[in-house]
């Protein structure tokens, strides 16, 4: 099993920057994908971002190119969500999530291996 663990949410002003964190502890840190969820009441969860093992692929969904960067400390088990340029609709709440392959795009939740219990983000004025 493999235990992951959100923080860094909150409430922030339109343009805002938040940076979330997940821990992660129980498996190797290294064998896995590391990815971004959200979800909100009329959204189920869709990816946001993922990075590979070795952080040097990534996914972004296209909403977040350029605002979002994922980042991953294989050293502290830790993967990084930077968001910038936050507006209302990214209000959702984050899920970190981790999945034992090579795909780094890998849209379907389904097929993600283990997941947090989601830290809630809120853009509002």
């Known amino acids: 099993q493999m235990q992951l663990v959100e923080s860094g949410g909150g409430l922030v002003q339109p343009g805002g920057s938040l940076r979330l964190a997940c821990k992660t502890s129980?498996?190797?840190?290294?064998?896995?994908?590391m990815g971004w969820f959200r979800r909100t009441p009329e959204k189920d969860r869709e990816l946001v971002a993922s990075v590979s093992w070795s952080g040097d692929r990534t996914y972004y969904e296209d909403s977040v190119k350029g605002r979002f960067t994922i980042s991953r400390d294989n050293r502290n088990s830790t993967v990084y969500l930077q968001m910038n340029s936050l507006q209302p609709e990214d209000t959702a709440k984050y899920y970190c999530?981790?999945?034992?392959?090579?795909?780094?795009?890998?849209?379907?939740?389904?097929?993600?291996?283990?997941w947090g219990r989601g830290t809630q983000v809120t853009v509002s004025s």
């Open positions: 129980g498996r190797s840190f290294e064998d896995y994908i």
């Open positions: 999530a981790a999945a034992n392959t090579g795909v780094v795009d890998l849209i379907t939740p389904s097929l993600w291996d283990y």
